[in-house]
């Protein structure tokens, strides 16, 4: 039987993006025949895409597309940032983001179901992208727009993404205010905006802070301030982070003398809504020992 080299299975994994050690395998099965280890790898991967389900996918990218006033913002995900520079990954995500925007999709089951090009569903394409890359892929979340006024959007190396409606003569405006949300991050448009659960939140820590600075004071004997002082200083707190968080009291990027409101009305334009996104927000990430890892699988392989 012939050796199975490093060298062969990097040229196998090359020819299809196989995991390193299907590819030892697949080669091993094949006495070394690279014509034959590749037909055993097209059987073997199409069971793939099951297997990979359930393995957390917190990396990806967020994809965008803007036809006159329809647009949409996409966020699909895989295991490793290495597989998100995939150019078949970035061409699934590109895809969908253009299937949001033509089709209007009710959800994420819905979006999958849509007809993806040769034949097949978006779906299928996912699936048979698992099987020849062996991660696991998802689509976890999407955003449509179509309106009479204007979109812009900024990306920011793919792995933040912005869509702004707004209204107004000067187009770069709009591509600034997306470039300072993926900047700045603002929760809401407004202060007003800012959800109830978040001022909440916010409103407790000022709190607990206030606590802490009354049990400091009476253990050195000193004087606690009075509630009505406390009051203040908690609705201060609260205020001050809605200026933070709200995209209209935020100082603007580009020039920090102006807020994103009076920037706005110097160049005569209003913004309607935006949305962000930031891949894998949200999501618990699996630490894993990337250097350990490799030189497993090396060990494997020249095992």
């Known amino acids: ?40 790898l097209r059987v073997k991967l199409g069971g ?42 970035l061409a699934l995500a590109a895809n969908a983001a253009k299937l949001v925007a033509e089709h209007n999709p009710a959800d994420v089951a819905a979006l999958l179901a849509l007809p993806a090009g040769n034949g097949q569903t978006l779906d299928e394409v996912r699936a048979a992208l698992i099987g020849k890359i062996g991660e696991n892929m998802s689509i976890r979340r999407f955003q449509r727009f179509e309106t009479t006024a204007k979109l812009a959007s900024y990306l920011h190396g793919a792995r933040i993404g ?21 900047a700045m991050k603002p929760v809401a448009l407004s202060s007003d905006n800012v959800p109830a659960e978040l001022i909440e939140k ?9 606590d802490e600075d009354a049990a400091a004071a009476v253990a050195a004997g000193k004087p606690v301030q009075p509630a009505d002082i406390v009051a203040k200083r908690l609705e201060g707190s609260v205020q001050k982070y809605l200026k933070e968080v709200s995209l209209l009291n935020q100082a603007f990027v580009k020039n920090d003398k102006q807020s994103i409101e009076q920037m706005l009305k110097e160049k005569a334009t209003t913004v309607k809504s935006f949305t962000m996104y930031v891949v894998g927000e949200g999501i618990e990430k699996k630490v894993d020992d990337f250097a350990a890892e490799v030189a497993a699988q090396m060990a494997a392989i020249q095992g």
């Open 1 to 40: 039987m012939a050796a199975i080299t490093a060298a062969m299975v990097g040229e196998l994994r090359a020819k299809t993006d196989a995991p390193m050690m299907e590819c030892k395998k697949a080669l091993t099965e094949a006495e070394g025949d690279m014509g034959r280890a590749e037909e055993i």
């Open 48 to 89: 793939k895409a099951s297997k990979a389900s359930s393995r957390v996918t917190a990396e990806g990218v967020v994809a965008s597309f803007i036809n006159g006033g329809v647009g949409a913002l996409v966020e699909v995900n895989s295991e490793t940032d290495f597989v998100a520079k995939n150019d078949d990954f």
């Open 162 to 182: 912005v869509i702004v409606e707004f209204d107004g003569a000067d187009e770069q405006v709009g591509k600034d205010v997306a470039m300072h949300i993926a």
């Open 202 to 210: 916010e409103r407790s820590v000022a709190k607990l802070k206030a």
